[in-house]
């Protein structure tokens, strides 16, 4: 029986490929997508989600959009030098004459999440790959239906680095009193942190040699940007792509070590560099545990990605 999933995204570049990745992934039924704002504002990431839902073949998945700001008060894009002013490299709006008629319901996100967790319980994987305003707030709106759940995959946080500050990465930083609230809540949390994204670099080598037709255009169009903030940040011909990372891992846990720590995040002062720094600890069994992906099979990760968007 295929995985019951939600997917909360921001989606920026990363999501967008993590999207289309789970739509072809027949061991995975998506639900519905909650946005949020992070790379950019969440109605903006409901239209980008729109577009791949579409180019992915199940334009009728119902979006729901969350919260226009963070829960640490942020409200808007930071990230638009990353992901470009779309979010999507500025090609989304080439596409827009292309995107069914999704439904949108407007500022639903935690209800959605709730009311899922409700009816389905230990089915039900809600994998968040933005900041964590929404799944804060599902948490807080009703923490028995929430950690119900079988369990919450998230792209976030660094032990060795961050990628907006030396310190701290990026949906870590721009919420960490949302991230800080999930990480202790009652829910069963496995964490992607830039320790295990950053093992995988995709370059456009790659794309041009594993995908053809529309989609590698779109896929070669929608990174040019992205590459070209990689080649200069990070000094790498390529890209991370990260939010991908939680989506294989749903139905290729195999291709993952996992650990388990204490997983603390800094959330002050909120100016700092140190704001959104994740910590670690040896597992104490008077605090939360976190599961850790820290390692990967990073040629298995590529093979499986290349595989399964060959589907659609
Ligand atoms: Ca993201």
């Not at 920026?12 to 519905?32: F, H, K, Q, R």
């Not at 989506?247 to 388990?260: G, H, M, N, T, V």
């Not at 910590?279 to 008077?286: H, Y």
Request: aromatic content about 6%; some cysteine; overall charge negative.
């Amino acid at each position: 029986m295929a995985t019951k999933v939600i997917v909360d995204v921001d989606t920026g570049v990363d999501d967008a490929i993590a999207i289309l990745t789970l739509l072809a992934d027949s061991e995975i039924e998506l639900l519905s997508v909650t946005t949020v704002t992070g790379n950019i504002d969440c109605v903006q990431a409901a239209k980008n989600t729109k577009l791949m839902l579409t180019k992915g073949g199940s334009p009728d998945v119902p979006i729901s959009t969350g919260a226009t700001k963070s829960r640490s008060g942020r409200k808007a894009a930071s990230a638009h030098h990353v992901h470009g002013s779309d979010g999507l490299g500025e090609i989304a709006d080439k596409y827009w004459g292309t995107v069914s008629e999704t439904p949108v319901f407007p500022g639903n996100a935690t209800e959605t999440l709730v009311a899922a967790a409700e009816k389905y319980g230990p089915e039900l994987t809600i994998v968040a790959t933005g900041p964590l305003t929404n799944i804060a707030n599902a948490v807080l709106a009703d923490p028995v239906a929430m950690s119900s759940i079988r369990s919450l995959f998230v792209m976030g946080g660094g032990f060795r680095n961050g990628n907006v500050t030396p310190y701290a990465e990026f949906n870590a930083n721009f919420d960490p009193i949302a991230f800080s609230t999930v990480l202790h809540s009652e829910m069963n949390i496995t964490l992607f942190p830039l320790d295990v994204t950053e093992q995988v670099v995709i370059t456009r080598d790659d794309i041009t040699t594993n995908l053809s037709g529309d989609l590698q255009q779109l896929i070669v169009e929608m990174t040019g940007k992205y590459i070209e903030f990689h080649q200069k940040a990070v000094g790498i011909n390529g890209f991370f792509v990260h939010d991908a990372l939680p989506i294989i891992a749903l139905s290729r846990p195999a291709l993952f070590q996992f650990e388990a720590a204490n997983v603390y995040v800094v959330t002050h002062p909120e100016n700092s560099s140190y704001c959104g720094q994740t910590l670690r600890f040896l597992p104490q069994s008077d605090a939360k545990e976190t599961r850790l992906a820290m390692n990967c099979d990073v040629r298995a990760i590529k093979q499986r990605i290349w595989s399964l968007l060959n589907t659609l």
